[in-house]
C-alpha cells in the first residue's frame, strides 16, 4: 500500500479544533499516511490562538480574512486559492469539517482536484435553509460532494440516510471535539489575564456567555444582552463573563448594555485552552455557539442555547441543553430555573453527554486506511 496523500484543510477556531486531533493522530502514522495542512485563514487572531495550543503549523497559509468580508468575496477567493494548491499536491483524500464556508469551498476544490473528500461531523440538520445561515446549506451542499461521511452521532446518521446517502459511505465516529477536550481538560491552568484569574477567584457562580451568530446580530442580541442584565441584577451572587467575538457588529450591540457592570466582565476573545477551563469552572452556558454546546455537555455543564433551531438536537434530546432561542422571557425563564431549582440543574447537569467517547480521530484515521488500502481509494 502506497502513503496516503491527505490534505486536512481548516480556516476558523471551531475547525482548527476539531480539525486538530485528526490531524495529531495522522501524524502519528508517517510511513501511511502524508499529511498537507492548509489553513484559509478565515479567522486570523482565534484559530493562531488554537494552532498555538495543539502544536499545528499549516504549510500552506492562504490568509484570505479581511476586514467586514462578505460571503461571496470570502467563498470566490478561498476557491481561488484554494483551487491551485491541491492542483499542486494532487491528494488522495481531502478533510474538512463542519459547516464553515472554508468547509464547502473545500469540498468543491476536492471535487474540481478529483481527490476524495471525507466530511468531519457530517449529518447535522436543522432542516431550514435560512437558519442557521448559510451554515446549513455549506453542510447540506458539502454532503454532495463527500465521500466519507463521519457523522458524530446516529442521529446525523440517520439524517444522511434519508436523504438518500448511501450507507456503506457514512460511519458514526463521535465528535472530535471530545477528543479535543480531553486533550485540554487532563491539564492544569491558570490564567494569563489577572482580570480573568481575579473574576473566576471571587466566590458566586459564574455564568458563561457566548454570543455572535449572524441571525442573532442586532435586535436579537439586544435581547439577549437584556436578558442577561436582568438576570444578574436578580440573582446577586452571579456574574457573568463574555468573552466577546472580534466582529464590531457584535461589540456595537453588547458593550453599551452590559459594559461597566460590576459583576459582568467582557473580555476578548479567549484562546482555547482558557475558554475550556472558564467552562470548567462556569455554573452553566449560556451560548449561541454550536461548539460549545458540545463541550459543555462533557464536563456536565448545563446548556441555555440562544438559538431558534440548533442542528445538534441530541443535547437537547438528552437532557444537557435547552433551546431558548433569543425571547428575553425565555431566556430569563430558563436561566432562572437554573439558579433556582437545584432538581432542574442537577437534571441538566448529570445527563451523559452524546457526543462520544474521544475516540473519534482514531476512527477516523482507521476508515481512511482502511479504504484506501481495500479500494485503492476508489
Same mark, same amino acid.
Given at each position: 500500500?502506497?502513503?496516503? @496523500?491527505?490534505?486536512?484543510?481548516?480556516?476558523?477556531?471551531?475547525?482548527?479544533?476539531?480539525?486538530?486531533?485528526?490531524?495529531?493522530?495522522?501524524?502519528?502514522?508517517?510511513?501511511?499516511?502524508?499529511?498537507?495542512?492548509? @489553513?484559509?485563514?478565515?479567522?486570523?487572531?482565534?484559530?493562531?490562538?488554537?494552532?498555538?495550543?495543539?502544536?499545528?503549523?499549516?504549510?500552506?497559509?492562504?490568509?484570505?480574512?479581511?476586514?467586514?468580508? +462578505?460571503?461571496?468575496?470570502?467563498?470566490?477567493?478561498?476557491?481561488?486559492?484554494?483551487?491551485?494548491?491541491?492542483?499542486?499536491?494532487?491528494?488522495?483524500?481531502?478533510?474538512?469539517?463542519?459547516?464553515?464556508?472554508?468547509?464547502?469551498?473545500?469540498?468543491?476544490?476536492?471535487?474540481?482536484?478529483?481527490?476524495?473528500?471525507?466530511?468531519?461531523?457530517?449529518?447535522?440538520?436543522?432542516?431550514?435553509?435560512?437558519?442557521?445561515?448559510?451554515?446549513?446549506?455549506?453542510?447540506?451542499? +458539502?454532503?454532495?460532494?463527500?465521500?466519507?461521511?463521519?457523522?458524530? +452521532?446516529?442521529?446525523?446518521?440517520?439524517?444522511?440516510?434519508?436523504?438518500?446517502?448511501?450507507?456503506?459511505?457514512?460511519?458514526?465516529?463521535?465528535? +472530535?471535539?471530545?477528543?479535543?477536550?480531553?486533550?485540554?481538560?487532563?491539564?492544569?491552568?491558570?490564567?494569563?489575564?489577572?482580570?480573568?484569574?481575579?473574576?473566576?477567584?471571587?466566590?458566586?457562580?459564574?455564568v458563561l456567555v457566548t454570543a455572535h451568530r449572524r441571525e442573532n446580530w442586532g435586535e436579537p442580541m439586544q435581547h439577549i444582552c437584556e436578558a442577561i442584565l436582568e438576570m444578574v441584577t436578580n440573582h446577586d451572587d452571579v456574574r457573568v463573563i463574555f468573552p466577546m467575538h472580534k466582529n464590531p457588529v457584535v461589540r456595537e450591540t453588547v458593550v453599551p448594555i452590559l459594559g461597566g457592570h460590576p459583576r459582568i466582565l467582557l473580555t476578548e476573545p479567549q484562546e482555547y485552552f482558557p475558554f475550556i477551563h472558564l467552562m470548567r469552572r462556569s455554573t452553566f452556558v449560556l451560548t449561541d455557539s454550536g461548539g460549545a454546546q458540545e463541550e459543555a455537555p462533557g464536563l456536565g455543564k448545563p446548556v441555555v442555547i440562544l438559538r431558534e433551531t440548533t442542528e445538534r438536537p441530541e443535547g437537547v434530546h438528552a437532557g444537557n441543553a435547552v433551546l431558548v432561542g433569543t425571547d428575553k422571557a425565555k431566556i430569563a425563564a430558563a436561566t432562572n430555573a437554573l439558579l433556582s431549582d437545584d432538581a432542574v440543574y442537577a437534571r441538566m447537569s448529570q445527563a451523559v453527554s452524546p457526543y462520544g467517547q474521544g475516540d473519534s480521530a482514531v476512527q477516523i484515521r482507521s476508515w481512511i486506511l482502511e479504504a484506501f488500502e481495500t479500494n485503492d481509494g476508489k
Open positions: 500500500m502506497k502513503r496516503v @496523500s491527505v490534505a486536512c484543510v481548516f480556516g476558523t477556531r471551531p475547525d482548527a479544533v476539531k480539525m486538530a486531533p485528526v490531524i495529531k493522530e495522522l501524524e502519528r502514522h508517517p510511513d501511511q499516511i502524508r499529511i498537507i495542512r492548509i @489553513s484559509t485563514g478565515q479567522h486570523k487572531e482565534m484559530l493562531e490562538q488554537v494552532l498555538r495550543v495543539f502544536d499545528v503549523t499549516p504549510d500552506y497559509d492562504l490568509q484570505l480574512m479581511t476586514d467586514r468580508q +462578505t460571503l461571496t468575496d470570502l467563498t470566490t477567493r478561498a476557491l481561488a486559492a484554494l483551487v491551485p494548491v491541491l492542483e499542486a499536491e494532487q491528494p488522495d483524500l481531502v478533510i474538512a469539517q463542519g459547516d464553515t464556508t472554508t468547509t464547502f469551498v473545500a469540498s468543491l476544490a476536492a471535487f474540481y482536484a478529483k481527490a476524495k473528500f471525507l466530511h468531519v461531523e457530517a449529518g447535522l440538520r436543522t432542516d431550514n435553509k435560512w437558519n442557521p445561515f448559510p451554515e446549513e446549506m455549506n453542510r447540506r451542499l +458539502t454532503g454532495r460532494l463527500t465521500d466519507f461521511h463521519c457523522a458524530p +452521532t446516529e442521529l446525523s446518521a440517520a439524517n444522511l440516510r434519508a436523504e438518500g446517502v448511501d450507507p456503506a459511505t457514512i460511519r458514526v465516529t463521535g465528535n +472530535t471535539v471530545v477528543d479535543a477536550l480531553h486533550l485540554v481538560v487532563a491539564q492544569d491552568y491558570a490564567f494569563e489575564d489577572t482580570a480573568v484569574q481575579a473574576f473566576v477567584d471571587t466566590p458566586g457562580r459564574i
